[in-house]
Structure formats: structure tokens, C-alpha cells
């Protein structure tokens, strides 16, 4: 069955506020983790990774929290803008020793001015 | 750099008919990943592909689905005597190496398959 889900289907902020979007999973052998961002018509975009051996990594305006003890994944999004509105979504990998991804169900962000 | 290519965008189809989804991966990518997607879900692993091989196929349906990655041309996800339930997005993925976060996928726009 599916291992990866998420606290929040959807998620309102105001623009310019931080965005936390969370995740849990469940497989422990879970190696890597990613989050994609997908626009309505479009496919998933990848946004950041990161491997198990670390608990944080930062991209342009995001950042990954990893909580290896309690399962949890985080996207934070600083200074959210209106172009960040879209599905998000985290998926684990590296179980087979490959690129397999599972997906969680997403979580829809709406940005309001 | 032209990423993964995937057409056609859009695809109806009559039960009983076949459906053909193309997938070209990135320049330079050899591995090919093929996910669907319904509405409002998250999307779904079906096969893992290399030039010429299927490496892993344990989330493709055992009826009437098929997938191939030939030494030249593009993947392709091939659908026999669709029915309703096959109505989704289809997405393929393609990455340089299969290994653990070598590099992340990147995704196609996806086929969005009607079945009538």
C-alpha cells in the first residue's frame, strides 16, 4: 500500500507569508525523498531532494526538514507568491535501490493577495 | 534542452479500442519511468524501463498493459481493449542513471486518456 501521505489537503496563505507544507511516511528504508510542484494541466515539476543521511536542505526560497525519528517531511516556502499556487507533492524513493517514486495524494496551495 | 516529450496530450478512445502513449525522455536519459494519475490523487508507479529492458514492472496491471523502451525511437505505454477504468493521466518520467538519487526525475505534461 501507499506509504506516503499528508497532514493537510489544502492550505490558504496569504502572499508573502511562509508556506509549510508536511508530509509523513512510513517505510523506514525509504533513502530518498523529493517534492514536486504540479501546476493544473502540467506535469510534476521537481522543486528540492534530499537523502536520508541529512535533515535539511535549502533551495531558492525553499527548504526540506527531514525528521527521520517520526517520519516527516516538510516543504517550506518563503515569501509565498501568487505563482506558487499548485498541488504539491512529496514522494519517497530508493526502497529497490532505484528511482522507483511512491507519491503521497498532495496538497493544494492557494495563495491569496 | 527539450525536456521529456510526451504525446499525444490528449487521447479518446472507444472501450474495446487500443491506446499508444509515446514518451521521448530528456537528451542524455536512459531510464524511463511511466506513472498514471486520477483525479485529485497522487501519482501511481507502473514500470521502470532501460534502453531495450524492463526493470521493474510490479505497478502495471498483468491484463492488456505494456510497456517498451526499444534502442531507438520512444518509450511506449500501450493499452489493449481499453475500458473506463483506464481514463487518466499518464505521465512518463526519465532520468540519466537509476541509481538513488543520482539525479531526480523530470516529468512530461502527461497524456490525458478519455475512454468513451
Known amino acids: 500500500g501507499e506509504s506516503v501521505g499528508l497532514h493537510l489537503p489544502t492550505l490558504s496563505v496569504q502572499e508573502g507569508d511562509n508556506s509549510i507544507i508536511n508530509c509523513a511516511y512510513s517505510n523506514s528504508a525509504s533513502d530518498y525523498f523529493i517534492w514536486y510542484k504540479q501546476e493544473s494541466g502540467k506535469g510534476p515539476q521537481f522543486i528540492i531532494d534530499i537523502r536520508s543521511n541529512m535533515d535539511k536542505r535549502q533551495g531558492q526560497r525553499v527548504t526540506v526538514l527531514l525528521n527521520k525519528t517520526v517520519k516527516h517531511l516538510s516543504l517550506q516556502i518563503a515569501a509565498t507568491q501568487p505563482g506558487d499556487s499548485a498541488v504539491y507533492f512529496c514522494?519517497?524513493?530508493?526502497?529497490?535501490?532505484?528511482?522507483?517514486?511512491?507519491f503521497g495524494a498532495g496538497t493544494r496551495l492557494a495563495v491569496h493577495p | 534542452n527539450a525536456g521529456v516529450m510526451q504525446n499525444p496530450r490528449h487521447l479518446v478512445r472507444r472501450r474495446g479500442q487500443e491506446a499508444r502513449l509515446r514518451c521521448s525522455p530528456m537528451?542524455?536519459?536512459?531510464?524511463v519511468y511511466w506513472y498514471r494519475q486520477l483525479p485529485e490523487e497522487g501519482l501511481k508507479f507502473m514500470v521502470y524501463?532501460?534502453?531495450?529492458?524492463?526493470?521493474?514492472e510490479s505497478g502495471m496491471p498483468k491484463e492488456r498493459f505494456s510497456a517498451e523502451f526499444p534502442k531507438e525511437g520512444p518509450s511506449i505505454l500501450r493499452i489493449q481493449q481499453v475500458v473506463r477504468g483506464d481514463s487518466a493521466a499518464y505521465f512518463c518520467?526519465?532520468?540519466?542513471?537509476?541509481?538513488?538519487?543520482?539525479?531526480?526525475?523530470?516529468f512530461g505534461d502527461g497524456t490525458r486518456l478519455s475512454i468513451l
Open positions: 524501463l532501460q534502453k531495450e529492458n524492463i526493470i521493474d
Open positions: 518520467a526519465s532520468s540519466p542513471q537509476g541509481g538513488v538519487g543520482n539525479q531526480p526525475q523530470h
Open positions: 537528451k542524455g536519459h536512459s531510464h
Open positions: 514522494a519517497e524513493g530508493g526502497v529497490d535501490g532505484y528511482n522507483k517514486l511512491i
